[in-house]
């Protein structure tokens, strides 16, 4: 009887732990987590020649940002986890960003009154450092005595990388935005001018993020991503100012040097901008859907429930 009795027990723990999903609350919990999309929305900052607080210095960091000048962005992507700690992510960006010396009261930069708006579409590759993670599936089924068990997927993560974007800065002229790469605002190209450059660049994506899962497939994360580039003409401000009167249109002498006090500041071969790369932040929310779990329960329903209906 003793040996009966001992024979059931074992036989019912090992039936509970087979209703449950493979690799319960093991740290193999992530092999069922390796793959996801990933959609997401946010905003945008610029740090560069343009905007920024009320003093100077302080440029090209996060103490610089202007608030008013925030964007608009949003994500497509695919994750793959292949390692408890180790994923890549590839991501496709589109996002607006923006900066207006009009925005603050430094009197340098709001004299020069200089403003631009671009687009951004970024792809990158990045890796990413799980170094915080609680990965459980719950029961299978709902077995009496069992339903304390619940789904978990917690993360914590560092990601760097590498990308590459395309950028278009445009200004307000005449009530329109106009394209400024075509106009040579500091004579790129011209005699005694800026060098040409191309209107992208290779960026270094990096950031962290933070990451909850709903259910079994799905995860909302929140992402904080600083961009180094390596072009200082996102904003089309880089080197010193050019004579007005050898660029070709009116648009061009205009958007060249918009300046509204203290114009004797900003004469032909003073400086425009700094020579410093530009870069931008995102702050996305971000839904990830988990695709190489099956929810079997729900295909175990509903072909119970096909079932019933035939026999009726």
Not at 19 to 31: E, I, K, V
Not at 52 to 81: E, N, Q
Not at 232 to 243: A, F, K, Q, R, T
Request: hydrophobic letters at 35%; a positive charge; charged letters at 20%.
């Amino acid at each position: 009887m003793m040996k009966l009795c001992v024979f059931i027990v074992l036989f019912a723990s090992t039936t509970v732990v087979m209703g449950q999903h493979t690799n319960f609350n093991t740290q193999r919990n992530w092999s069922l987590n390796k793959k996801e999309v990933l959609f997401g929305l946010g905003a945008t900052q610029f740090t560069g020649d343009l905007g920024g607080r009320d003093r100077i210095g302080k440029d090209f960091s996060l103490v610089d940002i202007d608030i008013p000048s925030t964007g608009f962005g949003g994500m497509i992507g695919y994750r793959y986890r292949f390692h408890p700690y180790w994923a890549t992510t590839t991501s496709f960006n589109l996002g607006v960003l923006r900066g207006n010396d009009a925005n603050t009261n430094e009197i340098v930069r709001e004299s020069r009154n200089l403003h631009f708006r671009s687009i951004i579409v970024e792809l990158s590759q990045r890796l990413e450092f799980v170094f915080f993670s609680n990965e459980k599936f719950g029961s299978r089924y709902r077995l009496p005595g069992h339903n304390g068990f619940s789904n978990h997927n917690e993360q914590i993560y560092l990601f760097g990388g590498v990308g590459v974007n395309y950028f278009n800065p445009k200004a307000r002229y005449n009530g329109r935005w106009t394209a400024l790469d075509p106009l040579n605002t500091e004579g790129q190209g011209l005699p005694g001018g800026a060098r040409e450059t191309l209107p992208c660049t290779v960026t270094i994506p990096m950031g962290f993020g933070i990451r909850y899962g709903v259910g079994r497939q799905w995860r909302f994360a929140l992402e904080a991503t600083y961009v180094k580039t390596f072009s200082d003409y996102i904003d089309d401000v880089h080197s010193v100012y050019y004579d007005p009167s050898k660029l070709d249109s009116p648009a061009a002498q205009y958007l060249s040097n918009p300046a509204k006090d203290n114009t004797s500041w900003f004469a032909p071969g003073q400086m425009r901008g700094q020579p410093q790369k530009d870069a931008y932040y995102y702050l996305n929310l971000v839904v990830m859907k988990n695709v190489t779990y099956k929810d079997y329960t729900l295909k175990r329903r509903s072909y119970y429930w096909k079932k019933a209906r035939y026999k009726f």
